[in-house]
C-alpha cells in the first residue's frame, strides 16, 4: 500500500481542529513535498523526519514522498506534524508489519533528529477533542502528564520512534498513561491573613471579590498594594469544571503548567510596566495568548499603572467589555478568552510620597496632576473600586497577626454574596448595565435623597453614579439584604474614586 493517512490536530486559539497526515509514494525521482498551507517550521519537518527515520534504522523510500495536511485552509506550524509523517511515511512504505493506519489514534509529537519524540504545546485540547471523538493519543512523554488532564481519554507515551513502532507493530506495547498522583502540594496562595491594619483596603478585596468589581489601590511604596492585590484570587471561588479545562488549555498553549488550574486555582498574573502590547494582550506572528488571556477567570495585577504605556493600556478596554480578545495577523484571526478581574496599583505621585503625612514629597501640584492624568478616563471608568492605602503606622505592623481574618473566612461571605446574584440576575454585579441596575438597586426614599444630594453636590455622573450604586448592590449582597441600604450607599461613597480628578 502506497497511501496511509495518520490523524492528528492543529493548533487554532485554545481549539484543536482534526489534520489528516495523507502520506502517498509514487514512481518518479526520489523527493519529498509537503502540502497544505505548512509554514516554515512545518517544511523543516521533512529534514528532521528524513534524519529521524534514518537514524533510527528506517529505510527512508527511495521514491516520490508527497505530503498533504489537510484541510488545506487550517494554517500549520511547528514541528506537531513531524510524528504523524514519519509514521505515516512508514505506514506507506510497508515498514510498519501488521499495522493498518487506524482511525482510532490520533499522534502529536515533534522528532529529535536522534528519532526522540518531543514535546509540543497545546496537548491538553488536542487530548480533550481526541477523546471527545473516542481516539486514543499518542504524546511525547513530556507531554503525558497534561494529555492525562483530559478525563476519559486513553492516552499513550513514547520517548523514542522506535518504541511507538515496537507498540504499533506488536512487539512491545506501550504502557497506557495513568493519571499521575495530581500534585498535592498545591502551590499555597497567599493569605489575606497576613495583611496587618488597612482595613479599608481589606475591605475593598472583599467587595471586589464579591461583585467582581475592578478595583484600583493608590498609595504610597510599602504600602502594601502589592500585598493585598495577590491575595484576591484566595478570596474567590475555586474554578469550575467547565473553567478548569478552559483556564488550563489557555496555559496549555502557552507552554505553561496546565497543573495549577487543573486543580481549580484561578490565576494571578503580574505584568511589568514595560510590557508591551502584544506580551498584554497577545499576539505575533501565531498569535499566542497575552498576559489578559493567561488571567483569565483570575487577576491580572497592573502595579504602577501610570508606568503603563497609554497604548498598552487603551488595548485593555475592549476586553474589559468582552470577555474576549480578537487578535488579527494578516488574513487571519485568532480569539482568546480574557475574562479577568482587574487589579491597578499606583503612587499618588511621581515620589510617591505625597499625603503621607510627611513632608518628603516634593512633587509640584502640576507634576501630581499629570502622573494622575496618565491613566485614561475610559479604563478608570471600568474601575468601580478606587481605594486609597495609607502608609501602615509602625505600631499596627508590629502588633500581632491572630487578629486578621483569613482568606476562607471572607471566601465563604463572597461566595454567598455571588450566590445571590446569581439567582437574581444571572451574573456578577460588575456587569450591571444602567438599565438593570435601576431594577435591582431600588433605594427607599431618604436614601435616593442623599444619593440626589450628592449627585448635585459632587457634579457624579451619570456612569460615577452607577459605579457607585453597583458597589453598593455588592455591599448589600455581603449583608445578605435585598434592598440597597442608606449604610451601604454611604459606604460605597467611601470608596470613591481618587485619581483622574476624581470623577466617581
Ligand atoms: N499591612 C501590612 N501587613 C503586613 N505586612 C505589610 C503590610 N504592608 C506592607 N507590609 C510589608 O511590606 C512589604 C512591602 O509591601 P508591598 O505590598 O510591596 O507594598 P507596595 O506594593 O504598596 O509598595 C510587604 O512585603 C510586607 O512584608
Ligand atoms: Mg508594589
Not at 308 to 316: A, C, G, H, M, P
Not at 369 to 395: E, H, T
Not at 455 to 461: D, K, R, V
Amino acid at each position: 500500500m502506497s497511501l496511509a493517512v495518520i490523524h492528528t490536530r492543529a493548533q487554532l486559539g485554545i481549539q484543536a481542529p482534526p489534520v489528516a497526515v495523507e502520506v502517498h509514494l509514487s514512481g518518479g525521482l526520489p523527493s519529498m513535498s509537503i502540502v497544505g498551507l505548512p509554514e516554515t517550521a512545518v517544511k523543516e519537518s521533512r529534514e528532521r523526519v528524513r534524519s529521524a527515520l534514518i537514524t533510527a534504522g528506517f529505510e527512508f523510500p527511495q521514491r516520490r514522498v508527497t505530503i498533504n495536511l489537510a484541510p488545506a485552509d487550517l494554517p500549520k506550524e511547528g514541528g506537531r506534524y513531524d510524528l504523524a509523517i514519519a509514521i505515516g511515511i512508514l505506514s506507506a512504505s510497508g515498514q510498519l508489519k501488521g499495522w493498518k493506519a487506524s482511525p482510532t489514534v490520533e499522534m502529536l509529537g515533534e522528532l529529535a533528529l536522534s528519532g526522540d519524540i518531543r514535546p509540543v504545546r497545546g496537548i491538553l485540547p488536542a487530548a480533550v477533542a481526541a477523546g471527545k471523538v473516542g481516539r486514543a493519543l499518542v504524546v511525547a512523554r513530556e507531554n503525558a502528564d497534561e494529555a492525562m488532564m483530559a478525563e476519559g481519554t486513553e492516552v499513550f507515551a513514547a520517548g523514542h520512534l522506535l518504541e511507538l513502532v515496537a507498540h504499533l507493530t506488536r512487539q512491545q506495547q506501550l504502557p497506557a498513561c495513568v493519571p499521575g498522583d495530581v500534585d498535592d502540594a498545591v502551590a499555597t496562595v497567599p493569605d489575606l491573613a497576613d495583611v496587618k491594619g488597612q482595613l479599608q483596603a481589606r475591605r475593598a478585596l472583599e467587595v471586589a471579590a464579591a461583585g467582581g468589581h475592578n478595583l484600583l489601590f493608590s498609595g504610597p511604596p510599602g504600602s502594601g498594594k502589592s500585598m493585598l492585590a495577590a491575595r484576591l484570587p484566595g478570596l474567590l471561588p475555586p474554578l469550575a469544571t467547565e473553567q478548569r479545562l478552559e483556564v488550563a488549555a489557555i496555559a496549555s498553549v502557552s507552554g505553561q503548567s496546565v497543573a495549577p488550574a487543573c486543580q481549580g486555582m484561578r490565576p494571578f498574573r503580574n505584568p511589568h510596566h514595560t510590557a508591551s502590547a502584544i506580551a498584554l494582550v497577545g499576539g505575533g506572528s501565531h498569535p499566542r495568548p497575552g498576559e489578559i488571556s493567561l488571567a483569565h477567570q483570575g487577576v491580572l495585577f497592573l502595579d504602577e499603572l501610570p508606568e503603563f504605556s497609554r497604548r498598552v493600556l487603551e488595548v485593555l478596554r475592549e476586553p474589559l467589555e468582552t470577555g474576549e480578545i480578537l487578535i488579527s495577523r494578516a488574513a487571519r484571526q485568532t480569539r482568546y478568552p480574557a475574562r479577568f478581574q482587574l487589579v491597578a496599583a499606583m503612587n499618588p505621585c511621581p515620589c510617591g510620597y505625597h499625603d503621607d503625612g510627611s513632608d518628603r514629597c516634593l512633587c509640584t501640584p502640576d507634576q501630581i496632576r499629570r502622573y494622575q492624568m496618565k491613566i485614561s478616563g475610559p479604563l478608570l471608568d471600568r474601575i468601580d473600586l478606587q481605594v486609597q492605602v495609607p502608609a501602615l503606622p509602625a505600631a499596627t505592623l508590629l502588633q500581632s497577626s491572630a487578629v486578621a481574618e483569613t482568606s476562607a473566612t471572607v471566601r465563604e461571605r463572597v461566595m454567598a454574596a455571588l450566590a445571590l446574584q446569581l439567582a437574581r440576575q444571572g451574573r456578577m454585579n460588575r456587569e450591571l448595565s444602567g438599565r438593570e441596575l435601576e431594577q435591582v438597586c431600588t433605594l427607599d426614599g431618604a436614601t435616593e435623597a442623599l444619593l440626589v444630594r450628592v449627585m448635585q453636590q459632587s457634579q457624579l455622573s451619570a456612569r460615577g453614579c452607577h459605579r457607585l450604586l453597583r458597589v453598593a448592590r455588592t455591599l448589600a449582597d455581603l449583608a445578605g439584604q435585598e434592598r440597597v441600604e442608606r449604610g451601604q450607599l454611604l459606604e460605597a461613597l467611601a470608596f470613591r474614586g481618587l485619581a483622574g480628578g476624581g470623577s466617581c
